[in-house]
T-cell receptor, first 115, second 114 residues
Framework: DADVTQTPRNRITKTGKRIMLECSQTKGHDRMYWYRQDPGLGLRLIYYSFDVKDINKGEISDGYSVSRQAQAKFSLSLESAIPNQTALYFC??????????????FGEGSRLTVL | QQQVKQSPQSLIVQKGGIPIINCAYENTAFDYFPWYQQFPGKGPALLIAIRPDVSEKKEGRFTISFNKSAKQFSLHIMDSQPGDSATYFCAAPRTTDSWGKFQFGAGTQVVVTP
């Protein structure tokens, strides 16, 4: 089983619908992230959480919200999806600060299409 | 906030060639500067990372060169193989206490022909 699991892997929805992307991890990491990937733009940070009670906005948080239900679970929500939120979304985890050596552990991604 | 410019956008080399990908960052160098490799349908995976107080790091056929004064770093893939065909992303720490909060480059698609 993957260390970082994302569901759903693919989702097609309509403008205005509420969508939740879920992420669970078995790495035991406190730090979790949501990134968005668009062609030609690389990956951009949406939200991050350094423990269950810590939630922080990233570079492109408008239109998104998150919930950290437990150490292992971090969900991303689009309250009212719009077409320009069509993208590939990645959840990631990392070691805590003193042990961090540049590595993010990514899930396999959730491809979202908003019509 | 860090901005990262990555070039080229795509690269085709023959087996055994040395693809070179360059990245430039804007702000102060701190924490780790990683390179990630991504295959179609998969999430990015760490390839190699370097601290800014080191000028070069090698891991197998992959080498990072870091030029702090020029605010540039590059990835060299020695003796490239068809299995190295993938998209490569560089990343720079966003702030002094980034710990995983990266600014990524736009990516370089590398194709290694047999």
């Amino acid at each position: 089983d993957a260390d970082v699991t994302q569901t759903p892997r693919n989702r097609i929805t309509k403008t205005g619908k509420r969508i939740m992307l879920e992420c669970s991890q078995t790495k035991g990491h406190d730090r979790m992230y949501w990134y968005r990937q668009d062609p030609g733009l690389g990956l951009r940070l949406i939200y991050y959480s350094f423990d269950v009670k810590d939630i922080n906005k990233g570079e492109i948080s408008d239109g998104y919200s998150v919930s950290r239900q437990a150490q292992a679970k971090f969900s991303l929500s689009l309250e009212s999806a719009i077409p320009n939120q069509t993208a590939l979304y990645f959840c990631a985890t990392s070691e805590p600060g003193p042990s961090f050596t540049g590595e993010l552990f990514f899930g396999e991604g959730s491809r979202l299409t908003v019509l | 906030q860090q901005q990262v410019k990555q070039s080229p956008q795509s690269l085709i080399v023959q087996k055994g060639g040395i693809p070179i990908i360059n990245c430039a960052y804007e702000n102060t160098a701190f924490d780790y500067f990683p390179w990630y490799q991504q295959f179609p349908g998969k999430g990015p995976a760490l390839l190699i990372a370097i601290r800014p107080d080191v000028s070069e790091k090698k891991e197998g056929r992959f080498t990072i060169s870091f030029n702090k004064s020029a605010k540039q770093f590059s990835l060299h893939i020695m003796d490239s193989q068809p299995g190295d065909s993938a998209t490569y992303f560089c990343a720079a720490p966003r702030t002094t206490d980034s710990w995983g909060k990266f600014q990524f480059g736009a990516g370089t698609q590398v194709v290694v022909t047999p």
